[in-house]
């Protein structure tokens, strides 16, 4: 069964220092999701791609916060610089379509920032 | 602005037993509303996904009510089983835009041998 594939699964890193997360929907996915965690809470969504657009970011902080999609595959969500609030599970979801469809999940990978 | 919120926040019952979990949302404009299933450390896994049209969905032991125009939603887990342990989060998809999905804080459920 096509997966939602993530790395790294988890990532240490001091404040001020720049991380990079990476996301491979599945295939034929054209809607792609970076979503934020914080321990206890639900998943907020910080980014939505249409293929390579983005098509909501009105929660990402986008004066850290970037978000890449080139090819309408895979993409990259980057911090710059990580601030101890960003501690958090960054999430990849996919799916067919935006809005009728189940959104896949991948397994996150969970930042520290010290 | 949509608001979901899941009670109770834990919950911790025996094997066996047959249980409710709590989705109430404050905008009834919804277009759909989907049970998801997280385990420690990991991503979401949907369960049910109902539309705004219908009442119900069912899957397996799984059972998901719809009552849009008060703004609930409720998940039934018959039989609870120790592998059912997990969060349970509930989301609406907003009619509008592109659909962004809101989540609750989730149920953590702990079902005892």
């Known amino acids: 069964e096509a997966e939602v594939a993530q790395s790294p699964r988890y990532k240490i890193t001091e404040k001020s220092q720049a991380v990079a997360f990476w996301c491979d929907p599945i295939?034929?996915?054209?809607?792609l999701y970076w979503y934020r965690q914080i321990l206890g809470q639900g998943p907020e969504l910080l980014v939505q791609?249409?293929?390579?657009?983005?098509?909501?970011d009105s929660q990402l902080p986008k004066d850290r916060f970037s978000a890449e999609r080139l090819k309408g595959v895979d993409s990259t969500l980057k911090i710059q610089p990580a601030e101890l609030g960003d501690s958090a599970m960054y999430l990849c979801?996919?799916?067919?379509?935006?809005?009728?469809?189940?959104?896949?999940f991948g397994p996150g990978t969970r930042l520290t920032v010290l | 602005k949509q608001e979901v919120t899941q009670i109770p926040a834990a919950l911790s019952v025996p094997e066996g037993e047959n249980l409710v979990l709590n989705c109430s949302f404050t905008?009834?404009?919804?277009?759909?509303l989907q049970w998801f299933r997280q385990d420690p450390g990991k991503g979401l896994t949907s369960l049910l996904l109902?539309?705004?049209?219908?009442r119900e969905q069912t899957s397996g032991r799984l059972n998901a009510s719809l009552d849009k125009s008060s703004g609930r939603s409720t998940l039934y887990i018959a039989a609870s089983q120790p592998g059912d342990s997990a969060t349970y989060l509930c989301?609406?998809?907003?009619?509008?835009?592109?659909?962004?999905?809101?989540f609750g804080a989730g149920t953590r459920l702990a079902v005892h041998p």
């Open positions: 979801a996919s799916s067919t379509l935006p809005r009728t469809d189940t959104q896949y």
């Open positions: 295939s034929g996915h054209a809607t």
């Open positions: 791609f249409q293929d390579e657009s983005v098509v909501d």
């Open positions: 905008d009834s404009a919804i277009y759909n």
């Open positions: 109902i539309q705004s049209s219908q």
């Open positions: 989301a609406v998809r907003a009619s509008g835009g592109y659909n962004k999905l809101i």
